[in-house]
């Protein structure tokens, strides 16, 4: 479960090229599948990787955390119930919703807001109604929801009035005894910083891959300057021929100066 979000998160950037028109299809999109699904609380790995298309990268990460910090809150604690195990987390209602309504998006360049209306029918018979602002991100040439803010308090155990907000701080503290640590969430980018992370690391490796050839074409050219150095350095060395000419004639001139004495 410990590379699960790195997957989600390669999953949330795949073009959804059916969505990427308008922010209000990414959102009725979403809600489609909320609605079609039956789970609550914190979903799991294979439902997230079918919503990551819809949702942006920091969303789908704190998702998956609070999923992990629901598995080992189980396996700490047999018998309890996790903390982010029931509830509609995309509407703040303990219940699912019914039905929907989204309003216009405003847009203002890469981002947008939707205002979004939520029915309930009620467990006891009772409907109800409650409301969320969704902003929207465009990511990767596709709208996808960024966060969920809260219109209304909700209902579900939620320490801020927002889906990412709030999970955040809830699992942004260590918790010993189901072994949780704080560092999960180290992974998640903040506010769809994905792409500029992962674009730093690119021109970070790039970096230093230029600077390595560099040291190399460096190496390479005081190895070469090293060697001519060495050979004007070292003395000329006379060929055997020459050396024996020279002797002869050296011998010769000190024969004739003796007959010449005498």
């Known amino acids: 479960m410990r590379f699960l979000p790195l997957f989600l998160l390669g999953l949330g950037c795949l073009p959804a090229l059916a969505l990427a028109s308008t922010p209000e299809d990414a959102a009725q999109a979403f809600y489609a599948a909320r609605l079609a699904s039956e789970t609550m609380g914190a979903p799991g790995g294979l439902e997230l990787a079918d919503f ?91 709208w996808v929801i960024n966060e969920i803010d809260y219109t209304e308090a909700p209902v579900i155990p939620m320490p801020k009035p927002g889906l990412v907000a709030g999970l955040r701080e809830a699992l942004d503290h260590g918790n010993p005894e189901i072994g949780w640590s704080a560092r999960q969430l180290d992974g998640c980018p903040v506010d769809g910083e994905l792409a500029r992370l992962k674009a730093a ?44 000419s020279g002797t002869a004639h050296k011998k010769a001139a000190s024969s004739s100066k003796a007959h010449a004495r005498k």
């Open 52 to 142: 990551s298309q819809y949702l942006g990268p920091e969303l789908v990460c704190v998702l998956g955390a609070a999923r992990r910090y629901n598995d080992a809150y189980l396996e700490a604690r047999p018998g309890e119930v996790p903390p982010f195990a029931h509830g509609d987390l995309y509407s703040g209602a303990e219940e699912r919703p019914a039905r929907f309504t989204l309003g216009k998006a405003s847009v203002k360049g890469e981002r947008a807001t939707i205002s979004a209306r939520f029915e309930y029918d009620g467990a006891d018979g009772h409907a109800f109604e409650r409301s969320s602002t969704l902003h929207m991100l465009l990511h990767k040439r596709h």
């Open 201 to 244: 690391q690119v021109k970070k490796e790039s970096a230093g891959k230029k600077k390595h050839a560099t040291a190399k074409r460096g190496t390479n050219h005081s190895a070469r300057s090293a060697s001519s150095t060495k050979k004007a350095a070292a003395p000329a060395k006379s060929s055997p021929k020459k050396a024996a």
